[in-house]
Structure formats: structure tokens, C-alpha cells
């Protein structure tokens, strides 16, 4: 068996993917490596995702690797690898008061640091992602399923699932791959659960990219070449390369894909993205995105140095503002209840500070892949309610090796993003301070090893 699922011979397990975003589609493409016929049910009529840059670190490929080595073949063959030997840069977007000072290290480079296993890989998200569902077979997304409800009785063999078409599915365990604003945690909690809903952080972000020689127009060869970002007070801007290139993809599939833009730059691009502090709540709490004017990037950055007060340039006159949502004030107590379980942002939503947010569903993904191919390895041993207990005990473990983790994470890039916007009491303005706090934390980041609180017992036999 392989890629395809079950291969008819051995038992399968049946698991629902709920969501086909960047972790679903990675898990379900794990999962059927695995011999374990994965079926994603996905809300939208298509694949979707916007067409803004993100990245992985070095440490989050090798996970990826071991789910699948395609996933990261893919990856390598979309995106803009950093330079060995280059660092993470962080200039004072503040001070210099001349566009010759803000491009002039000696005097507004605050400091960098190393790559080290940091080292990202930029791409371009809706096509890391279509490049994923090329890797599924056909049969293995269901579009239009909105998951409203799950039934896990304890009598019945499968988890029943609802979706808002008055269609119903089954299978041995659900997942809920289903983002921020996850129905499946919402389910699993309680709809009463205070995390059934995420937070806002009182964060905003405001994304463009635009093509390499007009980001070097505005902030100079050195900046816009490397992964950089402007510090401040109450506000940010990261700027990293992304590469986009087209995907050849079979015909079945690119029909499928209506959301692919039409008009596509291609080559590399300056990804660009301002993050800023926001005293009020955010408009509309259900959704990710308000419509905003450039005028507020320029009243945002009025009086900080010239690159800086003239970024509003850049964006379009009419764009969306994002609101940054997380779960840091309620985190779930549990990811997993039953044969339900939470996976990627729905269990542990994070700011977008450390950069890690999507990283961290990988780890996810290759701890639940692991944890569910050593079921699927016993399953001919075990009778109706072996399989239901060891499932329910697989997804203890799973939430067991994950929730402090995914806790870390959200926590630290709420501090990570008060660092950024000089509003961090432990480091103040104070350069030094803000290398050494932001050096541990990426230490903790990419040092983690994923599989370790995993037990022998919980994984009978990696995959190569
Ligand atoms: P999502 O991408 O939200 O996908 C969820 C899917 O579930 C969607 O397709 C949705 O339609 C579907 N769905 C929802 N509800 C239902 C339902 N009831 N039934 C069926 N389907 C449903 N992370 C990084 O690692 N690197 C970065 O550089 C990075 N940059 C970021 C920049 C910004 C500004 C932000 C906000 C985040 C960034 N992140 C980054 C975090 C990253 O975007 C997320 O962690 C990642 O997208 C989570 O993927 P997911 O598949 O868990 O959820």
C-alpha cells in the first residue's frame, strides 16, 4: 500500500480529515503513505488558500520528510531557499532619519541572528498547497463538507459525521484539521468551552508582496535580498523572498482549482507583510479580515524612518486588514476527546511571531501519522472495542506528547510580537536583550524533538 491508501488486503483504518487546508492535506497525504485511507472533507467547493508567502524552518522539512518525502521534495522545488551562511536581520525601522542611514548597517542593523536549523524556506501558500492535492489520488477530498456535528457512540465501531448538506460519513477517528476557528474543537470542548473560541491579540497584519526590483526600490538591496524585519513601536515589518512558479499538474486537477490566480507574477517576490499592535477589538471576531485603506499603513508609520513612512506605497489603495487570532487566553485543556482529536491551528492557533504556526501542525501531522500507523499495524489483532480503546488511547497520547508543546508556542509569539513592537518588559528597546530572548526561544523551536515523549510501545515501526 502506499499513497493510494488501503491497498485491499490489510484492514484499513477510515480516518476523516475535516479541513483541507496546509495540515490537512499534509496529514491525509501521511496517513495514506501509511496504508491508511485518509478522506478529506473540506467545506469549500475547492482547494483554497491565499496567495501570500510562508515558510518552513530546516526543522520542520525533516519532520515533513518523514511524513512524506514527496511533501518535501515539493516544497524544495516551489520555494526560495535561504543562502547558507545568511542570518535573520532586524534593523531599526524607527530612528534612521535619512533613506542613506536606513539602508547603512553600521548605523540601523540592530543585530541578526544565525539561521542555524532556522533557515526557512519562503513559497508561495495556495501553491504548496495545490501542489498537495496533486499528490492525493482522486476520492481522497470531498468538497462542500462543512463538518456541523459528530456523533461518538460508544455502541457504534465508526464516528458518525454530519455535515451541512444533510450528508453523513464515517470512520475510525475523526480529525479535525479545521483551523482557528475549528468546529470540531468546538464540539469536542463544548460550544460553552471558553476555547472553543479563539482570541484576539490585538494584533493586526497587513500583507502584500510585490515584485524584487520595486521592494528593492523601496528598501534597498540589502534589506529586501534577505529574510528582514523593522522593529518599532507598536508595529512591524517582516520582508522575506518567495519564489513563485507554476506547478505542472495533471488536467483533472488544475480544473479543480479554480481559486489558481489567473494572473500570476511569476519569479522571486518580496513578500511583505506590517504587524501592529491594535488597542481596540477587532471588528468582526468570526472573520480573519476586515476591508482597510493604504492611509492607515501611512498614519501607522508617519514620523518613523523614510523606507518605513512611505511602505503604504507598496499596498493597494483598497486591501483587507487581518486580524490575529490565537488560543494564548484559552487554550484547550485536552486536543483530543474519544476518537476525535485536534490537529494543526484548531488545537493551538498561534500569532504569526515566531513564524512557526504551520510548522508546528507538521509536528503535529508526524505525531498523529505515527501514533495511527502503529494501530493500523495491530488492527488485525484487535475486535470492535480494542480497536475504539486503542484509538481513544492513541489520541491521549497524541494530545499527551503535543498540548505543552503547542502551549509553548502560542505563548512565546505573543511575546515574540510585544518584543518586535518594543512593548516587551524583559527587553525593552535594548537590542542585545532582544537577540538573546529571541535566540533562546528559536533554540526551543527548532531543537524540539518531536517523537521523543512518544513511547516504543505507541509506535511500533517508524516509517523510513
Ligand atoms: P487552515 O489553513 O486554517 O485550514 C483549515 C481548513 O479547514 C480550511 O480549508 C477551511 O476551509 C476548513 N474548514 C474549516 N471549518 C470547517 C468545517 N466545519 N468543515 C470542513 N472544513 C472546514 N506558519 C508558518 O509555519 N510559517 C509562516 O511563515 C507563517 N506565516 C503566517 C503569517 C500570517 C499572517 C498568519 C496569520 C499565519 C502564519 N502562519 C505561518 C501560520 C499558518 O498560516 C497556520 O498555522 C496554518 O495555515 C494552519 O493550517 P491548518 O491547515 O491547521 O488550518
Not at 225 to 233: D, V
Not at 268 to 283: G, I, R, S
Not at 398 to 425: T, V
Not at 437 to 443: G, H, T, V, Y
Request: hydrophobic residues 40%.
Amino acid at each position: 500500500s502506499g499513497i493510494n491508501g488501503n491497498d485491499g488486503v490489510a484492514p484499513s483504518l477510515d480516518v476523516a480529515v475535516v479541513g483541507g487546508g496546509i495540515i490537512g492535506a499534509m496529514t491525509a497525504i501521511g496517513l495514506r503513505r501509511r496504508g491508511i485511507n485518509a478522506v478529506i472533507y473540506e467545506r469549500a467547493p475547492t482547494w483554497h488558500e491565499v496567495s501570500a508567502g510562508f515558510s518552513f524552518t530546516a526543522a520542520a522539512r525533516a519532520w515533513m520528510e518523514q511524513i512524506d518525502p514527496a511533501v518535501l521534495e515539493l516544497l524544495g522545488s516551489i520555494s526560495q531557499k535561504t543562502d547558507a551562511g545568511s542570518s535573520n536581520a532586524y534593523w531599526n525601522g524607527y530612528h534612521p532619519r535619512t533613506r542613506e542611514e536606513a539602508e547603512d548597517a553600521s548605523k540601523s542593523l540592530l543585530f541578526r541572528t544565525p539561521l542555524n536549523n532556522l533557515d526557512f524556506w519562503g513559497c508561495v501558500r495556495s501553491q504548496f498547497l495545490n501542489g498537495m492535492a496533486a499528490l492525493l489520488p482522486e476520492g481522497a477530498v470531498r468538497f462542500g463538507k462543512r463538518l456541523v456535528s459528530y456523533d461518538d457512540d460508544e455502541q457504534n465501531g465508526k464516528v458518525l459525521a454530519h455535515f451541512d448538506d444533510g450528508s453523513t460519513a464515517e470512520a475510525h477517528v475523526l480529525l479535525g484539521c479545521d483551523g482557528i476557528h475549528s468546529t470540531t474543537r468546538r464540539l469536542l470542548l463544548g460550544a460553552d468551552h471558553p476555547a472553543s473560541r479563539a482570541g484576539f491579540s490585538h494584533t493586526v497584519a497587513y500583507r502584500t508582496m510585490v515584485p524584487m526590483d520595486v521592494g528593492i526600490a523601496a528598501l534597498g538591496e540589502k534589506v529586501a535580498r534577505n529574510a528582514c524585519n523593522h522593529l518599532g513601536p507598536g508595529a512591524d515589518l517582516l520582508v522575506y523572498p518567495v519564489r513563485r512558479q507554476g506547478i505542472p499538474l495533471p488536467p483533472a486537477q488544475a480544473l479543480r482549482m479554480l481559486t489558481f490566480p489567473t494572473k500570476v507574477m511569476s519569479g522571486t517576490l518580496l513578500n511583505m507583510a506590517v504587524f501592529a499592535h491594535e488597542a481596540a477589538e477587532f471588528p468582526d471576531p468570526d472573520k480573519m479580515t476586515v476591508p482597510a485603506a493604504r492611509s492607515e499603513l501611512e498614519q501607522l508609520f508617519r514620523g518613523w524612518s523614510p523606507p518605513l513612512a512611505d511602505i503604504w506605497k507598496l499596498y493597494p489603495e483598497k486591501m483587507v486588514k487581518w486580524g490575529i487570532f490565537d488560543l494564548e487566553q484559552n487554550p484547550p485543556p485536552t486536543y483530543a476527546r474519544g476518537r476525535a482529536c485536534l490537529v494543526g491551528d484548531a488545537a493551538h492557533a498561534s500569532t504569526p511571531y515566531l513564524g512557526v504556526g504551520a510548522c508546528t501542525g507538521v509536528e503535529d501531522a508526524l505525531v498523529i501519522c505515527t501514533l495511527l500507523q502503529a494501530v493500523q499495524q495491530n488492527m488485525k489483532a484487535l475486535g470492535g472495542d480494542a480497536l475504539r480503546d486503542a484509538l481513544t488511547d492513541a489520541l491521549q497520547t497524541y494530545s499527551r506528547a503535543r498540548l505543552d508543546r503547542g502551549r509553548w508556542i502560542h505563548h512565546h509569539s505573543r511575546d515574540m510580537g510585544q518584543l518586535y513592537h518594543w512593548r516587551y518588559g524583559p527587553t525593552g528597546r535594548d537590542p542585545e536583550r532582544m537577540k538573546r530572548k529571541l535566540e533562546e526561544n528559536w533554540a526551543a523551536v527548532v531543537t524540539y524533538d518531536v517523537l521523543a515523549p512518544l513511547q516504543p510501545d505507541d509506535v511500533r515501526s517508524g516509517m523510513a
